[in-house]
């Protein structure tokens, strides 16, 4: 059974500070996704990771994959409050176009 | 384009009354999903198609049923609501099974559903 498990999953952080969030997954795959969920909104794709290594940025955010360790990271650099949001990873499962999501990670940046 | 549109926004059910959400989407996708939101839980698939006329089952598929007897609809239904079935739904399409490079699902808005 894939598993995908994120930390933290609230994470209340000062504007101007960098913080990392943690996405790891249970079983094999290769590709990987992070999608921005605003209050009561939909869903917005961010990232698309579909090998080991993979590296992409936009703006103050910058995702990696480490298909090897089962890890993706979601790092902020210097963050402002309009990147308050809820944060989801999730991966690919058995083809198919098919995804497992994480629980979520609920960011709040303060002044 | 409008993307991926669902009907209805909000809806509130008594125990045992059945209703069908739609989801509609203009981008000419094969793949279509429906997700159910619960809080700390992320997204659950329900049930998914591969194609105009397919279905399958996701990871919570009790208690639903869906058909795509068009390709830029899929229906999700429930036939005699339970509260447990209180949540969020999500629509999402895309383009075949995520196979391309920026392959990824595109979500609709919602329908936030309470069966009391």
């Known amino acids: 059974e894939l598993k995908v498990e994120q930390n933290p999953l609230f994470l209340s952080m000062q504007e101007g500070k960098n913080y990392t969030i943690y996405c790891n997954y249970s079983t094999t795959s290769d590709r990987l996704y992070w999608y921005r969920q605003d209050p009561g909104k939909s869903l917005e794709s961010l990232f698309v990771?579909?090998?080991?290594?993979a590296v992409k940025q936009e703006g103050r955010l910058m995702a990696s994959l480490d298909t090897k360790a089962r890890l993706s990271t979601l790092h902020i650099t210097a963050a402002v409050h309009d990147l308050s949001a809820t944060y989801f990873c999730a991966v690919e499962f058995n083809q198919g176009g098919k995804l497992i999501f994480g629980q979520g990670t609920e960011l709040s940046v303060k002044p | 384009n409008a993307g991926v549109t669902q009907t209805p926004k909000f809806r509130v059910l008594k125990t045992g009354q059945s209703m069908t959400l739609l989801c509609a989407q203009d981008m000419n996708h094969e793949y279509m999903y429906w997700y159910r939101q619960d809080p700390g839980m992320g997204l659950r698939l329900i049930h998914y198609?591969?194609?105009?006329?397919?279905?399958a089952k996701g990871e919570v598929p009790d208690g639903y049923n869906v058909s795509r007897l068009k390709k830029q609809n899929f229906l999700l239904g429930l036939e005699s609501a339970a509260p447990s079935q209180t949540s969020v739904y999500f629509c999402a399409s895309s383009p075949s099974g995520l196979g391309g490079s920026t392959d990824t699902q595109y979500f609709g808005p919602g329908t936030r559903l309470t069966v009391l």
């Open positions: 990771l579909l090998s080991n290594g």
């Open positions: 198609s591969v194609g105009e006329g397919t279905t």
